[in-house]
């Protein structure tokens, strides 16, 4: 009698599933420090994945990015923020681009990012960072067509 398939070993209770959907390198970026890079292809308005980190208030979110260039935190809502610094999810070191390749999205609370055309392996995927703490004085180094110049 054959041996039948192993059913998928189960996560503890407890333990979150994987935020991750697609395989993603962290690697040095041409744009800023390290960067993320899709590590398989990743086909449009798929889900890539999630980042997760501390849950702070707004207040100190802001008290923690203020004076410092590199900051991997989000605010989810008017009253809370997630600050990925210490998370292991490759998707915190994406960078910013005026012509990005993918879109982050706030969805209950949660930070994730979706692919906004096909992906090819070993390319920076990037966002549009949009409003930041930095107010227009930090320059932009994406070097997109059309870059603002400054976030």
């Given amino acids: ?6 059913p998928p ?4 209770r407890g333990v979150p599933a994987d935020p991750q ?36 208030s707004v207040r100190e979110a802001r008290r923690r ?5 590199r900051i991997m935190i989000v605010e989810v809502s008017d009253r809370r923020a997630i600050d990925a610094s210490q998370s292991a ?3 915190r070191f994406t960078n910013h681009s005026c012509r ?12 994730e990012f979706y692919a906004m055309r096909d992906l090819a ?9 949009g409003e930041t703490h930095h107010e227009g004085r930090l320059r932009c180094r994406c070097g997109a067509p059309g870059c603002v110049g400054f976030l």
């Fill in 21 to 56: 959907k697609f395989a993603v390198a962290v690697a040095p970026s041409r744009i800023d420090g390290q960067g993320a890079f899709a590590a398989e292809p990743i086909p449009a308005r798929r889900k890539i994945g999630e980042i997760r980190g501390e849950s702070i």
């Fill in 1 to 6: 009698m054959p041996d039948a398939a192993a």
């Fill in 121 to 129: 392996p070993g390319e920076e995927i990037t966002v549009d960072y």
């Fill in 89 to 91: 999810d490759p998707l």
């Fill in 100 to 111: 990005p390749n993918a879109t982050l999205r706030i969805r209950q609370g949660r930070v």
């Fill in 9 to 12: 070993a189960a996560r503890p």
């Fill in 65 to 69: 990015a203020k004076g410092v260039a």
